[in-house]
């Protein structure tokens, strides 16, 4: 019988082999206070709302998540991946409740109106996400007043 980490193993030693992108400047801009800043999720669980449209597997894009939509649908594809935490609570992926509960008590400023879904499968070649939709949604999460990006990865 086949140990039960193999599909990890797999997965631990391509994703180790492949290249990280190097920059010689790095841009970092000081966010205001916790208590006075606006906060998104960008999450890679190819979120989106039920009866709209999903993203495609390797899809570069992005799906805007208005902020008062909480009926999703997830749609990361792998088989590698367990649904059932999303199933039993959201949050584990899309934690909106817990930051409209950080913003009522303070410890945030407030919740961005919107939050984005990228298809966390993509191919070994990421540059379309990293030179066009990355930086769509970036302009989009600047446009929307937006100091903190909780990422959430799937």
Excluded at 3 to 18: C, N
Excluded at 36 to 57: F, I, K, M, Q, S
Excluded at 130 to 141: H, I, M, Q, S
Aim: hydrophobic fraction near 45%; include cysteine; charge should be negative.
């Amino acid at each position: 019988m086949p140990p039960k980490t193999l599909g990890d193993t797999m997965l631990r030693a391509h994703v180790s082999a492949l290249p990280v992108p190097e920059f010689a400047e790095t841009a970092w801009t000081p966010p205001p206070p916790l208590s006075e800043a606006r906060v998104a999720v960008v999450t890679t669980a190819a979120l989106h709302p039920e009866g709209g449209e999903a993203l495609t597997p390797f899809a570069t894009t992005y799906t805007v998540l208005d902020a008062s939509q909480r009926k999703l649908v997830l749609g990361h594809w792998s088989q590698n991946f367990d649904r059932s935490a999303f199933t039993i609570d959201p949050n584990v992926v899309y934690p909106l409740d817990r930051l409209d509960e950080l913003a009522a008590d303070g410890t945030i400023g407030s919740v961005a109106p919107r939050h984005f879904a990228f298809a966390g499968n993509q191919p070994d070649d990421v540059s379309a996400v990293r030179l066009d939709g990355g930086p769509a949604c970036a302009a989009e999460l600047k446009a929307d007043g937006v100091d903190v990006v909780l990422l959430t990865p799937v």
